[in-house]
């Protein structure tokens, strides 16, 4: 079993930056895939970033390319993701994943099988 949870959300203006942060706690955190996804009230959970056991290898969503970027800190069980140049269709609850998947490339494109998921954190960006 594996506790994530999230913190760093918040209000921030359009053109703002937010880190948000994923503490993890019960299994040894560099087993797992980690990754970041959102959801809007009414719309399905979607992918955002992701990052290998390592940390060696790191994805992201086309929306989020060039401004959002993932990273852990595997010694402090923590995975971050700082949030630049945010717009206002970024508002939304941003929730923490973790996969024991093998395979750092696909399993975030499978979120309704993820293995943990946080309670999210709220991120909204005013225009």
């Known amino acids: 079993q594996v506790q994530l949870v999230e913190s760093g959300g918040g209000l921030v203006q359009a053109g703002g930056s937010l880190r948000l942060s994923c503490a993890a706690s019960g299994r040894t955190f560099s087993n797992y895939q980690m990754g970041w996804f959102r959801q809007v009230p009414g719309k399905e959970r979607e992918f955002v970033a992701a990052i290998s056991r390592s940390g060696g290898n790191t994805y992201y969503a086309d929306s989020v390319k060039g401004r959002f970027t993932i990273s852990r800190d595997n010694a402090k069980n923590t995975v971050f993701l700082q949030m630049n140049s945010l717009k206002a269709e970024a508002t939304a609850v941003y929730y923490c994943?973790?996969?024991?998947?093998?395979?750092?490339?696909?399993?975030?494109?499978?979120?309704?099988?993820?293995?943990?998921w946080g309670k999210g954190t709220l991120v909204t960006v005013s225009s």
């Open positions: 994943a973790a996969d024991l998947s093998p395979f750092s490339g696909t399993w975030y494109t499978r979120s309704g099988s993820v293995d943990y």
